[in-house]
């Protein structure tokens, strides 16, 4: 069996409108590919207990989450006819209203990137331990809980 290296997604800071651009349009030249679907997770500026949040600082046990990723990638292929799929998230500072999570999925059908793309999302959000420190607009902090 062949074993496949395992890369890193984590990104430094937010992940830009420009590098998600870019990624999409690489994939002009696969002509075999008849859809994509991405999912963009942002920060937002949830009001708890009167104080506003004004960015997520992102840590993780970033080669246990690296491996997570990659089973959650290796899964998705082995279920889902996908062409090529693509995860990255952020590490440290991201500023409400700024992308800290980019997946994007592609496949010659449209169907399958619609389902390939929850199931990918709910794996991230079920197994993967990365995790966010909400910081509120007075410099206080609380751990954030995924829902």
């Known amino acids: 069996m062949e074993h496949k290296k395992i890369k890193s997604v984590f990104k ?3 992940i830009s409108s420009e590098f998600i651009g870019e990624s999409i349009a690489k994939h002009q ?35 246990m989450a690296n491996i997570k990723f990659h089973d959650i990638r ?30 994007f999925v592609s496949a010659p059908r449209r169907k399958v990137v619609f389902k390939a793309l929850e199931f990918i999302v709910e794996a991230i959000k079920a197994d993967v331990p990365v995790f966010g420190k909400e910081i509120f607009e007075d410099d206080t902090h609380q751990w954030k809980t995924n829902t």
């Open 12 to 14: 430094q800071g937010a």
């Open 74 to 103: 290796e899964a998705a292929f082995e279920k889902f006819d996908l062409t090529c799929m693509h995860i990255y998230h952020s590490l440290g500072i991201v500023k409400a209203g700024e992308i800290c999570l980019f997946v």
């Open 29 to 63: 030249s696969k002509t075999s590919i008849g859809a994509h679907n991405i999912f963009l997770g942002q920060v937002r500026a949830d009001v708890i207990n009167n104080k506003t949040i004004s960015a997520i600082e992102y840590t993780a046990y970033e080669d």
